[in-house]
C-alpha cells in the first residue's frame, strides 16, 4: 500500500528514547490518580508497620539487648523505615497484576508508547506513594519516642536510602509480578521471599542476639546492610555496627556502610531493570 | 494494491493446542470485515497477532502495509484496538481514561484532551465524562473502550467482540456508530459470534472454526452457501421422530439433521422456505403424524455450522475431545428465531 509510512495527524511513532521518560511519566500520573481516588490503600499499608512497631517497641523489647548507648526504640525505627520500603514494594507486583488481570497491559502493548513506560510508571508512582508512607511512620515513630538525631542532613539522607531501598525492590517486585501474574499468587510469593530477607537481618534485632551460625548470613544480608546504614544516618556514630564478618571494605564507618547500600542498589538495579523489561515485551 | 489487512498462512500453537492453522486474509481499505466463530474459534488470537500482543508461529500478517512482527512499533501508531475485555481503567474518569490512551499515542497534552472530550460526546459519554469509569454501567464501558481506541483516528480498527454483554439499544447505537467510522473511510476488523451482527455490519466475513477459515464471502454470499432459512419442527411425539424425518427427506436442499433427545428436526431450505413449509406440513399431515411446533428461522451460527461442516458444533467438539486433538471449552451460537 503506498500510503503505508505516513501515520494518522498528530501521531507519532513511538521513539524508545524519545518517550521511554515521558510515557512513563504519563502511566505514572495515571498510577498516582488512581492512588488518590482509593487513599484507604495508604492506610493499610500503614497498619502493617504500626502493627511492628507495637509489637517490637512494646512486647519484644525486653527481650532484646540492644548495642550501647541506645534505647530500643530508636535501634529498631530506622529498621522499621527500611523494612516498611520494602514491603511497601509489592504494591508494584500487585499493580502490575490487577492491570494485566483488566486487559490494560493489553491496551499499553498495543499503543506506540515506549515498552518501558509501564514499569517506569509503576515504579515511580510507587516511589511516590513510598515517600507519603515512610514519612507517616516517621510520624508513628516520633508518637513512641523516636528523634533523628543527627541533624537534617542525616534525616533526609535516611529517607532518600530508605526510599532507593523500595524502589529496587518495587522492579524486583515487578519481575515476580511478570512472572506470577495472578494477584494472589504475586501476594505471596513476594512475603514467602521477603520475610526470611527482612527478618534475617539487622533490621528489627541485632545481629548479636542470633544463632552464631546465622550470624555471617545475617551480616551479609543487604538488608542488614541498609538497615545499619539507615541508623547511622538517622543517629549518628552511636550506631555504628560491630560486625565481624569481614567485607572487602568495612562495614564499621558510615563511608563502608554507604559504599556497600550503593553497591547493592546498583547491582540489584542493573540486573532487575532490563530482566523485568524484558519479561514485559515478551508478554502475550 | 495490497489491503489494509493481509495475512498468509497465520498459525499460532498454544502448546499442543493449535489456535490458528494457517489463515489466510485480504481486507480491502475502507471496509468491514467480521470474523465470524464460535468460542474458541481463534478470533481473539488472530485479533491478538494483528495489534502486535503475539507473536505468530508461521506465516506472515500486515497491516497499512506493515509486518506484525518486523514494524511492530511503526505499526502499533496506526492502529486501534478494543480488546474482547474493555480496559478501562475503573479509578479514572472516562475522560482522564481516554486522555491517557491520547497521550501515549504521543499527541500533545492539548490536543489528546481536546480529542478526549469530542470524542466522549460522540459517544454519548459527554455527561459522564467526569465521572469514575467504575460507575459507568457495562455497556459505558464498552463504549468508552471502543472511544479510547479511536482517539489517535487510526487508519484500521479491531474490535474483539464489541457488542458481547450490550442490550439491543446499546448495541444498535454502536452498530451505527461503526457504520459512520466506515463512512470516514477506516478500515475495521470486528469479531464477533453473531451472524446477525457480521450480517448488519461487514462487507465480507469469514466463518472461523478450529482456526481455519472455513468459508469467506459476503452476508449474502455465504447465506446462499449455509442454505439461507431453515425449517424446524418439533415433533409431539418422540418416538415418530425417524419416521417424521423420513417423510420429509428431499424437502429443502440438505439432509435433515434429528436432534432425538429434543424431538426436534432441523432441513436446511434455501430461499424457498414457504414452499418448504407447506411441502412438509402437507406430508406430515398425509401420514397422520402429529406436530408441537414448526417454524422457518434465519440462519444461526449453529446452520451454518451445520451446512459448512456437516455436523452440528457439539458433535464435533465431543470428536474433538475424544481424538485429544484439541481442548476447548462449550460452544454453541446464540440462538435467536426469526
Ligand atoms: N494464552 C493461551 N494459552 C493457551 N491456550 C490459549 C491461549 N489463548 C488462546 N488459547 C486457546 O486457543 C484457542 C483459540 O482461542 P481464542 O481466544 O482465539 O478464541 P476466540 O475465537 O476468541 O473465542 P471466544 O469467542 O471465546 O473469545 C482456544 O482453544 C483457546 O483455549
Ligand atoms: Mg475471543
Redesign the interface.
Known amino acids: 500500500?503506498?500510503?503505508?509510512?505516513s501515520?494518522?495527524?498528530?501521531?507519532?511513532?513511538?521513539g524508545r528514547i524519545r518517550?521511554g521518560f515521558s510515557?512513563g511519566m504519563?502511566?505514572m500520573?495515571?498510577n498516582l490518580?488512581?492512588l488518590s481516588?482509593?487513599p484507604t490503600v495508604l492506610v493499610f499499608e500503614l497498619v502493617q508497620p504500626i502493627m511492628f512497631v507495637l509489637l517490637f517497641r512494646f512486647v519484644f523489647a525486653g527481650n532484646i539487648i540492644t548495642p550501647p548507648g541506645m534505647t530500643y526504640v530508636m535501634y529498631l525505627m530506622p529498621g522499621i523505615f527500611t523494612q516498611n520500603a520494602i514491603f511497601g514494594s509489592t504494591t508494584t507486583a500487585i499493580g502490575l497484576a490487577e492491570d494485566m488481570k483488566?486487559?490494560?497491559l493489553?491496551?499499553?502493548?498495543?499503543?506506540?508508547?515506549a515498552r518501558s513506560?509501564v514499569l517506569v510508571g509503576r515504579t515511580t508512582s510507587d516511589l511516590a506513594k513510598n515517600l507519603i508512607l515512610v514519612l507517616l511512620v516517621i510520624g508513628v515513630g516520633y508518637l513512641v519516642n523516636f528523634r533523628f538525631q543527627n541533624g537534617l542532613v542525616g534525616a533526609v539522607a535516611m529517607i532518600l536510602l530508605v526510599l532507593a531501598v523500595g524502589f529496587v525492590f518495587s522492579w524486583i517486585s515487578a519481575t515476580v509480578g511478570l512472572a506470577i501474574k495472578e494477584v494472589e499468587g504475586v501476594q505471596a510469593a513476594m512475603f514467602t521471599g521477603i520475610f526470611p530477607i527482612v527478618f534475617i537481618s539487622s533490621a528489627l534485632v541485632p545481629v548479636q542476639g542470633m544463632v552464631s551460625w546465622i550470624q555471617p548470613v545475617a551480616e551479609r544480608n543487604p538488608v542488614t546492610i541498609w538497615a545499619n546504614c539507615a541508623r547511622v544516618l538517622a543517629l549518628g556514630n552511636v550506631a555504628l555496627p560491630t560486625d565481624r564478618a569481614t567485607h572487602t571494605i568495612p562495614t564499621t564507618s558510615l563511608e563502608g556502610l554507604l559504599a556497600w547500600s550503593a553497591i547493592w542498589i546498583l547491582g540489584l538495579l542493573i540486573v532487575f531493570v532490563p530482566v523485568s523489561i524484558r519479561m514485559y515485551r515478551k508478554l502475550? | 494494491?495490497?489491503?489494509?489487512i493481509v495475512a498468509e498462512g497465520l498459525r499460532k500453537n498454544f502448546g499442543s493446542v493449535e489456535a490458528l492453522r494457517g489463515i489466510d486474509l485480504d481486507v480491502a481499505?475502507g471496509t468491514v470485515f467480521g470474523f465470524l466463530g464460535p468460542n474458541g474459534a481463534g478470533k481473539t488470537t488472530a485479533v491478538?497477532i494483528f495489534?502486535?500482543?503475539?507473536?505468530p508461529d508461521g506465516g506472515r500478517a500486515e497491516v497499512?502495509?506493515?509486518d506484525v512482527v518486523r514494524d511492530a512499533?511503526?505499526l502499533?501508531?496506526?492502529?486501534g484496538?478494543a480488546?474482547?475485555?474493555?480496559?478501562?481503567?475503573?479509578?479514572?474518569t472516562g475522560l482522564?481514561n481516554i486522555e491517557?490512551?491520547g497521550?501515549?499515542?504521543?499527541?500533545?497534552a492539548a490536543?489528546a484532551r481536546r480529542r478526549a472530550g469530542e470524542i466522549l460526546e460522540r459517544f454519548g459519554l459527554a455527561e459522564a465524562g467526569d465521572r469514575?469509569a467504575k460507575t459507568y454501567s457495562g455497556g459505558m464501558r464498552r463504549r468508552l473502550d471502543v472511544a479510547?481506541s479511536l482517539v489517535?483516528?487510526?487508519?484500521v480498527l479491531f474490535l474483539d467482540e464489541p457488542t458481547t454483554g450490550l442490550d439491543p439499544r446499546s448495541r444498535i447505537d454502536l452498530w451505527a456508530m461503526i457504520r459512520e467510522l466506515v463512512h470516514e473511510g477506516k478500515t475495521i476488523l470486528l469479531t464477533t459470534q453473531y451472524l446477525e451482527e457480521a450480517d448488519n455490519l461487514a462487507d465480507r466475513i469469514a466463518v472461523v472454526d478450529l482456526g481455519t477459515i472455513i468459508a469467506e464471502g459476503t452476508a449474502d454470499e455465504l447465506k446462499d452457501q449455509i442454505g439461507g432459512e431453515v425449517l424446524e419442527l418439533h415433533v409431539k411425539d418422540p418416538a415418530q421422530i425417524s419416521q417424521v424425518g423420513q417423510a420429509l427427506s428431499g424437502v429443502g436442499i440438505g439432509e435433515p439433521s434429528i436432534d432425538q433427545e429434543a424431538g426436534k428436526i432441523r432441513i436446511p431450505v434455501g430461499a424457498d422456505g414457504p414452499a418448504a413449509l407447506l411441502d412438509s406440513v402437507r406430508r406430515i399431515d398425509d401420514m397422520k403424524l402429529a406436530l408441537e411446533d414448526i417454524a422457518l428461522h434465519r440462519p444461526t451460527l449453529d446452520d451454518v455450522f451445520l451446512s459448512l461442516t456437516g455436523h452440528a458444533a457439539e458433535e464435533e467438539q465431543e470428536e474433538q475431545a475424544s481424538s485429544g486433538r484439541r481442548k476447548r471449552g462449550r460452544r454453541q451460537g446464540q440462538r435467536r428465531d426469526a
Open positions: 500500500m503506498s500510503t503505508a509510512i501515520a494518522p495527524p498528530g501521531v507519532r511513532p513511538g518517550y510515557d504519563v502511566v500520573r495515571r490518580l488512581q481516588r482509593i483488566k486487559g490494560l493489553d491496551r499499553f502493548r498495543s499503543l506506540p508508547m513506560a502475550t | 494494491m495490497a489491503g489494509a481499505s491478538r495489534t502486535t500482543l503475539l507473536l497499512v502495509g506493515l512499533e511503526a502499533r501508531a496506526r492502529i484496538l480488546g474482547q475485555s474493555a480496559a478501562v481503567d475503573e479509578n479514572l482522564e491517557m490512551v497521550r501515549l499515542y504521543h499527541l500533545p490536543e469514575q479510547a489517535a483516528r487510526p487508519d
